[in-house]
Nanobody, 124 residues
């Protein structure tokens, strides 16, 4: 069964940190580009970060660059998003996504496997 399961969301004060985890049940996981997206209430889903299959190449949205770090474990089939210096505007449902491509895409339509999401709430 192909699935992505996110965890690690919660309520945190501004300036705090959270680490999101995505457990992937995907055959040939290491061939997928993995990404995190987020969707705030009343807004469209937006790209946050992505990691190439090797993990050596990553890409971040301008809003999170320098604060968030994406990483992956191709042995355990896991993807992580370390989020530091959180702002209230980081509040959203965060989704893990997989794209069977060697390229890093920022468009959500390019990703064909999605998790159910985990809520992150940052209080001011």
């Amino acid at each position: 069964q192909v699935q992505l399961v996110e965890s690690g969301g919660g309520l945190v004060q501004a300036g705090g940190s959270l680490r999101l985890t995505c457990a992937a049940s995907i055959r040939n996981f290491r061939s997928y580009t993995m990404a995190w997206f987020r969707q705030a209430p009343g807004k469209e889903r937006e790209f946050v970060a992505a990691a190439h299959w090797s993990g050596a190449t990553t890409h971040y949205a301008d809003a999170v660059r320098g604060r968030f770090t994406i990483s992956r474990d191709n042995v355990e089939n896991m993807v992580y998003l370390q989020m530091n210096s959180l702002f209230p505007e980081d509040t959203a449902v965060y989704y893990c996504a997989a794209d069977q491509s060697s390229y890093i895409h920022v468009e959500d339509r390019m990703y064909d496997i999605w998790g159910q999401g985990t809520q992150v709430t940052v209080s001011s």
